[in-house]
C-alpha cells in the first residue's frame, strides 16, 4: 500500500513491528510510537502467529494497522510483510520489546534529509532485568559507527553495531538491498546492513535521540530451547558466504579477507561451544584459509590460549574446566545445560 499515484508518501515513517509472544511488552512499544514529536508515522504491526495473547493486545490498540499470520514464519518473512503494507517515504524495524525516546524519529528523518542517499542510525542503549524485576537503563556496549570508517569492515569486525531499533532507511535504499533474507534464522539485521554497506551506502549518525534495546540476558536464557539447534549458526556461516561471494564478485575479498577471517573463526568457536563440531571445522577452515589462525576469544587469557592451542583444543580445555565448575558463570551454564540435553 503507497499512495493513490504508487509513490510512498513523502515525509511518513513506516514502523514496522514484528510481533511473536510479546504480551508482556509490546504495549509499552506501541505506546512509545505514539509518544514521537514527529507526527507523520504509521505503525504496522505484523503478529507472527502469538500464541500469548499478544494479537489480542494489538489488534484492540488505536491507531495501528494490524496484521496477523496464520503461521509462525520468523521475523524476518514479518518485517517483509510489513513493508508490503507500509506507505511511507521511511521505514524503521522496531522489535515488540524495544523502546524509543520521543525525539528519536525526528533527530533520525532530520539525518536522513540532509543525507538522503545515507542510512540513519541514532545512540541507543540497552534494557537489562535487574534483580528486582525492573528493566534498568545500561550504556551500549558496542559503539556507534565512527564517521569517515570503512563501515562495512567495521560491521564484519564488530568493532561497531546498532540494533534495528536505531536504524531509519530510506525506502529507496532499503529497495536497493533486496529486502529481508526470510530464510535466515539468526542475524538476518546484519545480513541486511552488510548488503546495503557493501554497495557503498553510508551510515549517518543522528544528533540526538535515542532506542532501547531490550537485553533479555545472556541466549542462555532467551533462546535455550534452541541453544543446540544447528540452525542459527548455519545462517551465521551462510551470511559470511554470501558476503565472501559479493566481495569476491567485486574483487574486494582481498581488502576484508583479514576481517572476514576472523569472523568465520568466530562462528566456529560458537561452534565449539554448541557441540557442532564439524559446522565449527568447516567454518573455522573457511575462516584461516581468508587469514590464517587468528586468536578469536572474548577475553585476553582466551586469546592467549587460542593462540598457544588452536581454537578447537582451547574450547575443550576451556569446556574441561567448566564442568570441573572453573571459568565463567555462562561457561558454567552452558555446560549444564549441554549435559541435560
Known amino acids: ?29 506501541l505506546a512509545a510510537v505514539q509518544a514521537q514529536s514527529y507526527a507523520a508515522v504509521e ?38 510483510v510489513g513493508v508490503r503494507h507500509a506507505r511511507g517515504e521511511y521505514l524503521m524495524f522496531l522489535d515488540a520489546d524495544d523502546l524509543l525516546a520521543p525525539d528519536t524519529l525526528a533527530a ?9 542517499d545515507a542510512i540513519a542510525v541514532c545512540p541507543w542503549s540497552r534494557l537489562r532485568r535487574h534483580a528486582s524485576g525492573a528493566w534498568v537503563r545500561a550504556a551500549a556496549d558496542v559503539p556507534l559507527p565512527c564517521q569517515g570508517a570503512d563501515h562495512l569492515r567495521e560491521w564484519i569486525d564488530n568493532t561497531c553495531w546498532v540494533p534495528t531499533c536505531s536504524v531509519l532507511w530510506h525506502r529507496s535504499v532499503y529497495a536497493a538491498t533486496g529486502g529481508w533474507d526470510e530464510t535466515l534464522t539468526l542475524d538476518d539485521d546484519a545480513d541486511l546492513m552488510m548488503r546495503a554497506l557493501l554497495d557503498g551506502v553510508a551510515l549517518a549518525v543522528a544528533d540526538g535521540g535515542e532506542s532501547y534495546y531490550r537485553d533479555h540476558g545472556t541466549s542462555l536464557v532467551s533462546v535455550s530451547k534452541n541453544l543446540f539447534s544447528a540452525k542459527p549458526l548455519e545462517s551465521r556461516v551462510r551470511i559470511l558466504d554470501k558476503l565472501a561471494a559479493a566481495l569476491a564478485a567485486r ?37 584461516e584459509a581468508l587469514a590464517g589462525p587468528q586468536p578469536v576469544s572474548r577475553t585476553r587469557a582466551g586469546r592467549a590460549l587460542c593462540a598457544i592451542l588452536g581454537l578447537e583444543r582451547k574450547e575443550r580445555v576451556v569446556r574441561a574446566l567448566a564442568a570441573c565448575g572453573l571459568g565463567p558463570r555462562w561457561r558454567r551454564d552452558l555446560t549444564r545445560l549441554r549435559a541435560a540435553q
Open 1 to 29: 500500500m503507497i499512495s493513490e499515484n504508487g509513490a510512498p508518501m513523502p515525509g511518513v515513517v513506516s514502523v514496522v513491528t514484528p510481533c511473536y509472544n510479546a504480551a508482556a511488552f509490546v504495549l509499552e512499544t
Open 43 to 80: 505503525h504496522i504491526v505484523v503478529d507472527d502467529a502469538s500464541t500469548d495473547g499478544s494479537w489480542e493486545l494489538v489488534r484492540g490498540a488505536a491507531n495501528v494497522h494490524t496484521v496477523r499470520l496464520e503461521h509462525n514464519c520468523g521475523g524476518a518473512y514479518a518485517r517483509s
Open 108 to 116: 533520525l528523518v532530520a539525518t536522513l534529509q540532509a543525507r538522503p
Open 251 to 287: 574483487g574486494a575479498l582481498p581488502r576484508y579477507a583479514v576481517a572476514l577471517g576472523a569472523a568465520y573463526q568466530r562462528a566456529a568457536m560458537v561452534g565449539y561451544q554448541q557441540g557442532w563440531i564439524a559446522l565449527g571445522r568447516a567454518s573455522q577452515s573457511r575462516g
